[in-house]
């Protein structure tokens, strides 16, 4: 029992949101109009966890048996998604108050999805892998379809669900494999014994149905199809939660799976994810151009944006992963800001989400237009912003660990990226105005955009912040 | 207190934040001026307050690093946001922030009712704040940014006053001349980068003390110092305006006199100056380099004071003084006498920024009249203003015990010591020119009768600027006496201070670190007569005698006409430089190679990559069957690859 208590204690901040998230069901089942209240316990119980995060942050170790990584790599990762669940609350309230999705199981439904992302992103054990990816996935094709009236909304929750469940397959056959190679489920047993395992072909069969399941989650070329269907249909801001923290969490896993734990350097492995990088570099940001819909170029880059964050796996170790990490920071800050704008321009019944609607926003709403080019120069990875240093990081990992060729194409990519990001900023500063109709500024939301706008600044200019923790993290 | 020092920095931030988002808004310049005025005179407190404190150290202990954080860090290259806190870099500060201060004080007197007012300050602190930048640095690429951020200020000081016409070769606006000053200068920049790029390849670091450290064990002559060096002193032509550079300096007086004072006399202009001291380790491995200084040095002294005898525009003097005073400094420099050199900055900044608030305070009396032709008898008029010029002249001639003479006669006693009799014959005859420069000025100015129309009414100006100028005469009279010869105090003050910074170079020079007494004396005496000949000249041609003038005019037309016109640099640099750059970029670079090529090529492969676009979005049917397909198929590629490849 004690050590059971330890354990959880250890684990607190995905501890408390799990009470913080049942919690919020107990409430709601007896207070059926309370959402405002569901609202704030929402916003209270992620600031507890993000303290809790904090506090945790230098009791590193494993916890349960070895099944959950606890403190510092952990710990930071229990922010990054806490972060990205408030921001998604602050953006959320006022989309589906306007959209009509307002219910209050909404609450809970995110905490539960974070909840996933936390376990799979620390998880030690690939049973708890495969837990952690399942809790967040199965949440997030429930959050998928929330607009239930809306037919894409539907059609977006039921793709994702039917590809979803077809990559789980092999996810959990990879597992299985895995276990069969070498006799036990846990990362940490396994890298013990990484020598002999090397050349065993079933487990290398395993770690390729494993690197596909995570594939799919990270939206890889060509496991990427489903992408432009749900994000595009799923309310917005499911899509920012989706394109954030379910990417950041399956690279999360990714990163700690293959590059820590594992270390598959100069294998076979390497070549594929060389191979998936590129591939979603150059199909990502090549078929972004062609889009008209905002949601749809915003599916096409997060694409893209998989694909440079491969790279980091590519070249692994410490440098690898810490820009990893650094990108995930700097895109969930960046994409959070761009479908947070999207947000609050979008009508009801799916109205103004064309690229063009946005002509001459920077004269009715200077303010949004503003935020909107930030974020924008951010995703194209221009200085001073987040953007830039992610994908520098990346690219200076690529050519110290010998794969110069590897940030040449990524260099290349993110130039052609350049063009449908501009085209947005463009279109708001350039082009006439559609209408003269102004899009309302709600409180929260701008609260959560001038956040986000403030991280990218910070870490654009001080990114040393950041990136020196990650460094000293493994 | 030196952890403290941070805060020198800071408050020109404050100020400079808090006036130019809010000044705008403030109606009321006196707040606007002295907040300005205060964020500077605080950090020269705080400065003063660090010098007393290392003033009770071991002169090896007076240096201290005060880190800020982590500037930029990858993979071996890491620069820190950090400040060195030693002798030079504070002496510098408190130059910067003295003089700085005064000059804030009298521009809000100057820029009076000026629309720009608010704006005007909201510069001048962003130029502090750069400027400390630039001297406190603990290592190159913060330098660097002070740098480029001083330069940045000058640019839009020169254009402050925007839609004011400013003649000049090819140049109409103030804006032309800001143009000119940037471009120039980034001449000078970019040898100041390509300069540490080659640091940063030598030493693997761009830290002053790692460098310097390093460096200490290398054997003079080295070649790679010798680009490195080389290039930093292109740098250093162009900020602190040296042959072949310095064609920008006179045409930067476009800008508000105060601006002149501060950035293109006393401070800016001598980050160069400073830049060689605070590098002088490499400077004293590369003879070479040392030798090319001291030419430079003594050719701009030379040539930019030839210039200053027949110029009328009371700033265009001064201009042209300012870059033949910077001439001297760098011939010190390049014979090794580098705690001189700084000498001479500091009190150059005293006498030369008293000098330029004294004109400005003319120009502000005579209504924007600036041509000394159309001025005369305003000594009876403003007092205050004639004394302290006058007492700033007799400084910059060089008459004893006047600041000016310690340091210039020093410089011209170790140009001879140290270097050869040529670059003395030099140095003397340019102080001969600048007593006599001086004093035609003087005499125009303020002597003689009144040559001005009667629509003007000249006044005294407000005690806002009057001050300043009273507090820089005085240091301008007395400042020189930090830095009295070792023959007559027991050592030199001012060089014992500095020894910390400056010995490492003096040990590699090993220069004989007594010269003979007598004749150290015995040149001091000549320059004495070399001052008191100019001075007299000067005041007897410009008071009684101007029929010798006319009459020089007339026998060397020739000679008169090409100092007037500045040896026609500007126009030789418009014909072979400028104009052939202007034209090729019309009509090749941009018409043939730029429409034609490149965007050839862009637009072509932007038109390739749409057309991909539009074939690849197919795949996205909207069928999941197909998708189900495409990602089996994926895998089965996976798979195979990792098996079979």
């Known amino acids: ?474 | 207190m030196h952890e403290y020092a941070f805060l020198i920095i800071l408050f020109p931030l404050l100020g400079f934040l808090f006036n130019g988002l809010l000044g705008r808004f403030i109606k009321s310049e006196k707040l606007v001026g002295a907040i300005g005025s205060a964020a500077v005179g605080l950090s020269f407190l705080v400065g003063a307050g660090i010098f007393i404190e290392l003033l009770g150290y071991d002169p090896e202990a007076r240096s201290f690093m005060v880190p800020i954080f982590d500037w930029i860090s990858t993979g071996s290259f890491h620069v820190q946001i950090a400040y060195q806190v030693d002798p030079l870099s504070l002496l510098m500060v408190l130059i910067v922030t003295g003089v700085g201060f005064l000059i804030h004080v009298y521009s809000i007197g100057y820029m009076h009712g000026d629309r720009g007012f608010w704006r005007f300050f909201t510069y001048l602190n962003l130029f502090i704040f750069a400027m400390l930048n630039l001297v406190l640095a603990d290592n190159f690429l913060l330098m660097f940014l002070g740098w480029e951020g001083v330069g940045l200020c000058s640019y839009l000081l020169i254009g402050f006053w925007y839609d004011k016409k400013f003649p000049g070769v090819s140049i109409t606006w103030t804006g032309d001349a800001g143009n000119k000053a940037f471009i120039v200068n980034r001449i000078g920049d970019f040898g100041f980068m390509l300069a540490m790029f080659l640091i940063f390849k030598e030493f693997g670091s761009l830290h002053f003390n790692t460098v310097f450290d390093a460096a200490q064990n290398y054997t003079p002559g080295y070649e790679p110092i010798f680009w490195i060096t080389l290039l930093l002193f292109v740098g250093a032509t162009g900020k602190s305006a040296q042959i072949p550079l310095f064609v920008w300096l006179p045409d930067a007086m476009a800008g508000p006199t105060p601006v002149s004072a501060l950035i293109h006399a006393a401070t800016m202009v001598t980050a160069g100056v400073y830049m060689v001291a605070r590098c002088s380790v490499l400077f004293a491995l590369s003879p070479d380099t040392m030798i090319i200084i001291a030419v430079i040095g003594a050719l701009t002294a030379i040539v930019a004071a030839s210039i200053g005898l027949v110029q009328n525009d009371i700033k265009k003097v001064l201009a042209y003084s300012t870059v033949s005073q910077l001439g001297y400094m760098f011939m010190a420099m390049g014979v090794g006498a580098f705690a001189v050199g700084i000498f001479h900055v500091m009190t150059h900044a005293f006498f030369k920024a008293c000098l330029f608030l004294g004109s400005g305070s003319v120009i502000h009396a005579m209504h924007e009249e600036q041509d000394i032709r159309h001025m005369g008898g305003l000594k009876r008029v403003m007092p205050i203003t004639y004394w302290t010029f006058l007492i700033s002249s007799f400084a910059i001639a060089g008459f004893p015990p006047l600041s000016g003479f310690f340091s210039k006669d020093e410089i011209l006693w170790r140009s001879f010591a140290d270097g050869s009799l040529l670059l003395w014959l030099i140095g003397a005859t340019a102080a001969l020119f600048t007593a006599f420069y001086m004093f035609r000025m003087v005499s125009l100015t303020f002597e003689g009768k009144p040559r001005w129309g009667p629509d003007k009414h000249p006044h005294e100006s407000p005690s806002t600027m009057t001050i300043p100028l009273i507090i820089l005469a005085g240091l301008a009279a007395v400042g020189g006496f930090v830095g009295m010869p070792a023959f007559i105090t027991e050592h030199n003050p001012f060089e014992s201070w500095l020894a910390p910074v400056l010995d490492p170079a003096a040990r590699i020079l090993a220069l004989p670190a007594h010269h003979e007494t007598g004749l150290e004396i015995g040149l001091m005496l000549i320059s004495v007569v070399v001052a008191i000949v100019g001075w007299y000249m000067g005041r007897t041609i410009y008071t009684r005698r101007f029929d010798i003038a006319d009459r020089f005019v007339q026998s060397y037309r020739w000679l008169y006409s090409l100092l007037l016109n500045k040896y026609y640099v500007d126009e030789a640099y418009h014909t072979a430089i400028v104009d052939p750059v202007v034209k090729g970029s019309e009509k090749f670079l941009w018409l043939t190679f730029d429409v034609g090529v490149i965007d050839g090529i862009v637009n072509g492969s932007a038109k390739m990559t749409r057309a991909l676009a539009d074939v690849l979005k197919r795949i996205q049917t909207g069928v999941v069957q197909n998708y189900a397909a495409i990602i089996f198929f994926g895998i089965l590629c996976i798979l195979g690859l990792l098996f079979l490849g």
Not at chain 1, 175 to 197: D, W
Request: aromatic residues 14%.
């Open chain 1, 1 to 474: 029992m004690n050590n059971v208590l330890s354990d959880l204690s250890a684990t607190a901040p995905i501890t408390a949101t799990v009470i913080v998230s049942l919690l919020l069901v107990v409430v709601h089942s007896f207070t059926r109009e309370f959402k405002t209240g569901l609202y704030w316990m929402t916003l209270g119980g992620i600031l507890i966890g993000i303290y809790l995060g904090v506090v945790t942050f230098h009791h590193t170790g494993y916890a349960f048996n070895n099944m959950l990584m606890i403190g510092g790599f952990a710990s930071l990762m229990d922010i990054f998604f806490l972060s990205a669940a408030g921001f998604t609350i602050l953006l959320s309230r006022p989309y589906l108050e306007r959209t009509g999705g307002h219910y209050g199981e909404y609450y809970p439904m995110i905490l539960f999805a974070t909840i996933g992302m936390m376990t799979l992103a620390t998880a030690t054990d690939l049973i708890m892998t495969f837990v952690g990816l399942e809790v967040m996935s199965v949440t997030l094709y429930v959050l998928a379809g929330w607009t239930r009236k809306v037919k894409e909304s539907n059609e977006a929750a039921l793709k994702y669900f039917l590809l979803g469940a077809f990559a789980t397959g092999f996810l959990l056959y990879g597992i299985a494999l895995i276990y069969g190679a070498s006799g036990t489920t846990n990362l940490v047993g396994i890298s013990e014994n990484m020598e002999a395992l090397k050349g065993n072909v079933i487990f290398i069969a395993g770690c390729g149905l494993l690197l596909i399941g995570l594939a799919f989650k990270v939206a890889a070329v060509p496991f990427h199809l489903w992408v432009p269907d749900v994000y595009d249909g799923s309310p917005t801001s499911v899509s920012a939660f989706m394109s954030t923290g379910a990417k950041g969490a399956a690279f999360a896993a990714l990163a700690l799976i293959f590059s820590v734990k594992f270390q598959f350097m100069d294998s076979q492995v390497n070549i594929v994810i060389a191979l998936l990088a590129v591939i979603s570099m150059v199909l990502g940001n090549v078929v972004a151009i062609a889009q008209t819909s905002i949601k749809r170029m915003l599916a096409y880059s997060s694409i893209a944006h998989a694909g440079y964050m491969l790279i980091g796996m590519v070249a692994g170790t410490e440098i690898g992963v810490s820009a990893i990490l650094f990108y995930i920071v700097a895109y969930m800050l960046t994409n959070l800001g761009a479908f947070g704008v999207v947000s609050i321009f979008e009508k009801e019944n799916r109205k103004n989400l064309e690229i063009e609607d946005y002509a001459g926003l920077a004269r009715r709403r200077p303010v949004l237009a503003a935020l909107m080019a930030v974020f924008m120069f951010s995703l194209a990875g221009i200085p001073p912003l987040a953007g830039f240093f992610g994908k520098y990081y990346l690219f200076l990992a690529a050519v110290e660990s010998g794969y110069t060729w590897l940030a040449i194409v990524g260099v290349a990519a993110s130039l052609v990226s350049v063009y449908y990001y501009l085209r947005v900023v463009v279109v708001m500063y350039f082009h006439d105005q559609s209408s003269e109709e102004l899009v309302l500024l709600p409180a929260s939301s701008m609260v959560s955009l001038g956040l986000s706008a403030a991280g990218i600044f910070l870490f654009g200019v001080l990114p040393s912040l950041l990136i020196n923790t990650f460094r000293n993290l493994f």
